[in-house]
């Protein structure tokens, strides 16, 4: 049983659309993340959600937009999709803060063209 | 200036070695400290927390200098299947986000 599952998995759509990436957990953990993880590696945090509540948004372009209708799912929805957009996008959740890790599923690997 | 900064490497190390790496952090109010494991296009995972007495898993040791404010991760007897890139993490107190370096690239050879 997947702990935290996203779908897609691989995403090739092109420049101008919108699409729409899904996140579920089974935890019962009551924080979820999107991260971006880019070419050169480095995982940065876009957003949070505690209980439904955005508690983190980092300086992302508001193309991005995220939505949690309940505490098991963040969904994560992109307007006219660019280049530099490509990239890993990671969901995660944790129970409370970060203080005890998280758990990552397995990645959206997105490529715009 | 990165809130936690790595060597990239990569390390190559014979099979039965010893490596270890450290990691930098810049905010001395972070709180917790991990060490996450990332294998070729798949997701990070948890290795190891790291503790301010420090602490081992196996063939894993953690170290954590808060004068310093540096952490450190040694491999003993190196595996094959050891070969990936470690992400060292902060934490600081009460917040939900982790801050990650950008990764130690291993590879053990046979």
């Known amino acids: 049983d997947t702990a935290v599952s996203q779908t897609p998995k691989y995403l090739v759509t092109q420049m101008g659309n919108d699409k729409s990436i899904k996140c579920e957990q089974n935890l019962g953990h009551d924080t979820m993340y999107w991260y971006k993880q880019d070419s050169k590696k480095f995982l940065k945090i876009m957003f949070s959600y505690n209980n439904k509540e955005l508690i983190i948004n980092e300086t992302v372009p508001n193309r991005f937009s995220p939505k949690s209708p309940d505490k098991a799912h963040l969904n994560l929805h992109i307007n006219s999709l660019e280049l530099g957009d490509s990239a890993v996008y990671f969901c995660?959740?944790?129970?409370?803060?970060?203080?005890?890790?998280?758990?990552f599923g397995s990645g959206t690997r997105l490529t715009v063209v | 200036r990165k809130e936690v900064e790595q060597d990239p490497g990569p390390f190559n190390v014979p099979e039965g070695a010893t490596v270890a790496f450290n990691c930098t952090y810049s905010?001395?109010?972070?709180?917790?400290f991990f060490w996450y494991r990332q294998d070729c296009r798949k997701e990070p995972k948890l290795l190891m927390s790291v503790y301010s007495s420090g602490n081992e898993d196996g063939r894993f040791t953690a170290q954590l200098n808060r004068a310093s404010q540096y952490i450190s991760l040694l491999i003993r007897d190196s595996k094959l299947s050891d070969s990936a890139t470690y992400l060292c993490?902060?934490?600081?107190?009460?917040?939900?986000?982790?801050?990650f370096g950008a990764g130690t690239t291993v590879t053990v050879r046979a």
């Open positions: 905010n001395s109010a972070s709180q917790s």
């Open positions: 995660a959740s944790s129970q409370g803060t970060g203080g005890r890790g998280y758990t």
């Open positions: 993490v902060v934490n600081n107190a009460n917040d939900y986000k982790l801050s």
